[in-house]
């Protein structure tokens, strides 16, 4: 009998939510929010919602906004409207990003072409934007490797720096928007990592297992110290999401790092997000391990915590938690606990009725994270630095 994928009984939930809304908000509230915050565009997303019946018609219906984005661009480029043409590929980088990542399953041709496709309209952006985003490679070791994306602040001469961690349902391409680079602008280089498990890294089979993604985070920091674009002790690390564990644990095993911040709160105990909450969370995150028992997967998340809290209780350099008071993954009683044990100078701002994506605030938090970054990098923070403020939307 064909196994089923894990939470299998509850995706008629999925199917019946969505039939219920005209927008994504229903699944992720904010999530709208942070997409246009990203390059979304809303009229892109509402023409997607409007067709969805239920959850694997997403592929399809992202892959139609996709290449229509992409026929744009190509005519736009072929007539040498090129500026048009740079915001079409990336436009059509996004949505195929969703279809993609719709699709969790290895070896599976819709997800190795939605991808592919990502890169070839991803790399159309960038030849338009000329070296300002650069791609390389990063060995890890064991054949394997990680997949970065370098905006480069302007200027000549080394600058602060910043390593940027996606969340578990994200890639490389989905941030910072190069039309609207909230780092760059502030003199600030961002490189953008698909570590173990994310984007490009699955597609090659580079999966995630307990403390690898740190390795493959201290390769990439080896990486850009060498680089004489890079201040090479002006480094922070931001992570959003499932990145706000992976910016910990870069952190707490480099100490090249001089701040650390994470957003959209994950640094409470796994069984939420896998036990409790939709359950995409949990079958996206198995295949990121390339673990398809569920009970042996139970297990690794269990060490996924044991990994991440022992992080927290190494970690030295200066650490800012954003985190919405709503947030379905992280409530606020584990956010304090989480701030409570750390040792380092600590900061959090806890908004008010803001749930996961923090699409509520994001035009506000991004350009607030990328001063903070800076004036630590800069600055530094007092040992004794502890400071917890509750902000309003």
Same mark, same amino acid.
């Given at each position: 009998?064909?196994?089923?994928?894990?939470?299998?009984?509850?995706?008629?939930?999925?199917?019946?939510?969505?039939?219920?809304?005209?927008?994504?908000?229903?699944?992720?509230?904010?999530?709208?929010?942070?997409?246009?915050?990203?390059?979304?565009?809303?009229?892109?997303?509402?023409?997607?919602?409007?067709?969805?019946?239920?959850?694997?018609?997403?592929?399809?219906?992202?892959?139609?906004?996709?290449?229509?984005?992409?026929?744009?661009?190509?005519?736009?480029?072929?007539?040498?409207?090129?500026?048009?043409?740079?915001?079409?590929?990336?436009?059509?980088?996004?949505?195929?990003?969703?279809?993609?990542?719709?699709?969790?399953?290895?070896?599976?041709?819709?997800?190795? /072409?939605?991808?592919?496709? !990502?890169?070839? $309209?991803?790399?159309? @952006?960038?030849?338009?934007?000329?070296?300002? &985003?650069?791609?390389?490679?990063?060995?890890?070791?064991?054949?394997?490797?990680?997949?970065?994306?370098?905006?480069?602040?302007?200027?000549?001469?080394?600058?602060?720096?910043?390593?940027?961690?996606?969340?578990?349902?994200?890639?490389?391409?989905?941030?910072?928007?190069?039309?609207?680079?909230?780092?760059?602008?502030?003199?600030?280089?961002?490189?953008?990592?698909?570590?173990?498990?994310?984007?490009?890294?699955?597609?090659?089979?580079v999966w995630q297992t307990i403390g690898k993604y740190a390795a493959a985070g201290k390769c990439v920091m080896d990486v850009l110290v060498a680089r004489d674009d890079v201040d090479s002790g002006k480094i922070g690390i931001f992570g959003t999401s499932m990145g706000s564990?992976?910016?910990?644990?870069?952190? /707490?095993?480099?100490?090249? !790092?001089?701040? $650390?911040?994470?957003? @959209?709160?994950?640094?409470?105990?796994?069984? &939420?997000?896998?036990?409790?909450?939709?359950?995409?969370?949990?079958?996206?995150?198995?295949?990121?391990?390339?673990?398809?028992?569920?009970?042996?997967?139970?297990?690794?998340?269990?060490?996924?915590?044991?990994?991440?809290?022992?992080?927290?209780?190494?970690?030295?350099?200066?650490?800012?938690?954003?985190?919405?008071?709503?947030?379905?993954?992280?409530?606020?009683?584990?956010?304090?606990?989480?701030?409570?044990?750390?040792?380092?100078?600590?900061?959090?701002?806890?908004?008010?009725?803001?749930?996961?994506?923090?699409?509520?605030?994001?035009?506000?938090?991004?350009?607030?994270?990328?001063?903070?970054?800076?004036?630590?990098?800069?600055?530094?923070?007092?040992?004794?630095?502890?400071?917890?403020?509750?902000?309003?939307?």
């Amino acid at each position: 009998m064909r196994k089923q994928g894990p939470r299998a009984n509850q995706g008629w939930i999925f199917d019946g939510l969505l039939k219920l809304t005209d927008n994504e908000d229903i699944l992720h509230p904010g999530m709208m929010g942070n997409r246009l915050e990203r390059g979304f565009k809303y009229g892109d997303m509402e023409r997607v919602f409007e067709r969805v019946k239920g959850r694997r018609s997403f592929p399809k219906e992202w892959a139609r906004a996709a290449a229509k984005q992409e026929k744009l661009a190509d005519a736009a480029y072929d007539t040498d409207r090129q500026i048009t043409a740079g915001q079409h590929y990336h436009r059509a980088a996004l949505y195929w990003g969703r279809v993609q990542h719709l699709i969790p399953v290895d070896g599976n041709p819709r997800k190795i /072409a939605a991808h592919a496709s !990502v890169i070839r $309209c991803y790399n159309r @952006m960038m030849e338009i934007h000329g070296d300002s &985003v650069t791609r390389f490679e990063v060995d890890i070791g064991d054949g394997e490797n990680v997949y970065c994306l370098f905006h480069a602040a302007p200027g000549n001469g080394p600058k602060p720096t910043v390593l940027y961690l996606p969340g578990m349902d994200a890639i490389k391409e989905d941030f910072p928007n190069p039309y609207n680079n909230e780092f760059v602008r502030r003199g600030m280089n961002i490189c953008v990592m698909d570590g173990p498990g994310q984007g490009e890294c699955n597609i090659n089979q580079v999966w995630q297992t307990i403390g690898k993604y740190a390795a493959a985070g201290k390769c990439v920091m080896d990486v850009l110290v060498a680089r004489d674009d890079v201040d090479s002790g002006k480094i922070g690390i931001f992570g959003t999401s499932m990145g706000s564990r992976y910016s910990v644990e870069v952190a /707490a095993y480099d100490e090249r !790092v001089k701040c $650390c911040v994470g957003q @959209m709160a994950n640094v409470c105990p796994t069984d &939420v997000i896998f036990n409790q909450a939709q359950p995409n969370f949990k079958r996206i995150y198995m295949y990121m391990t390339n673990i398809d028992d569920e009970a042996e997967f139970d297990t690794y998340a269990d060490e996924m915590d044991d990994f991440f809290f022992s992080a927290g209780d190494n970690l030295k350099a200066p650490y800012l938690l954003v985190a919405g008071e709503l947030d379905e993954l992280c409530p606020p009683d584990d956010v304090e606990k989480w701030i409570n044990r750390l040792k380092c100078p600590k900061e959090l701002w806890m908004y008010e009725d803001v749930f996961h994506p923090m699409g509520e605030v994001t035009p506000d938090i991004y350009p607030a994270i990328a001063d903070w970054i800076l004036e630590t990098l800069n600055n530094g923070r007092p040992d004794d630095h502890d400071v917890r403020e509750y902000r309003e939307p």
